[in-house]
């Protein structure tokens, strides 16, 4: 089918058989000097070279001029975010990408990642489809926990970042939520719900091999943005997914704040 794309990943972080942070765990990113910075932030989104140098004579200077050899460090702000305003940049996320990256646990408490295409719900359910023989697939059968890293591959790297980290589990749906499943892929693909239906022969074999696959749901307790348009340069908001009951429905969200953490270079540098 082509596609999905399964790949290793060396920088997922596994604490007890969890997925626990992607390629932003930075609570752990206290003097690792910029280049690792880079590596650790959200797909080396949250730091970015300036078009040019600051005014001479500001910490932003001495900052620039030591751009490539100062320590950095993480600092935790009490600066609350409204859930309207996290809910919005989420959202927005969702909507400018259809491909995710999928980290999941392999035996031996191993990092496995994979890339595919999906779709969600308002509830922030988050949709794939994948081969159920699959590693990634084998790996939610024996341990629900996974993470996802959504972004525009397109940024440019000189330009203001954006991108989110979705922590939670994944598993296979059936019955009547893979119905739900297949409505709310079908809406994003409108070529997976044609050849699902399969009015003429080739959308018919298509069909079929689509039958093959499955459709996996993925529900996050816990995302990581970065929107550097928004929140300023190098700056993670981390919120929880509350699931509420809700009358009308299965239940409805709501992303709470929980910290802002902003990268800072550490002042003993002995910045010139």
Known sequence: MGRILESHGPRILIQNGQVVDGM?????LANVGIRGAVIASLTGLGLRRANKSPKSGTWASAL?????????????TRERISERRIRTIVLRVLAETKLCSIATVAKGNRAHINTAF??????????FLSDPGSLHCRNLLANPSMAMTIFDSHQKWENPGRGIQLFGSGQRTGGRQADHAESVYGTRFPAFARWMK?????ERRQGALLRSYALFRFLPSRVKI???ADFGGAVFIIASVRRNPNRDGPFRIELVWEATERLVASRGDGLR
Not at 24 to 28: K, L, Q, V
Not at 69 to 74: E, G, K, L, R
Not at 118 to 127: G, I, K, W
């Open 24 to 28: 932003g765990a930075a609570p752990r």
């Open 64 to 76: 620039w001029r030591n751009r490539m050899s100062v320590d950095m460090t993480v600092k935790r």
């Open 118 to 127: 999906f779709a969600y719900s308002p509830n922030l359910e988050l949709y």
């Open 198 to 202: 399969g009015t003429t022969p080739t």
């Open 226 to 228: 970065l929107d550097e």
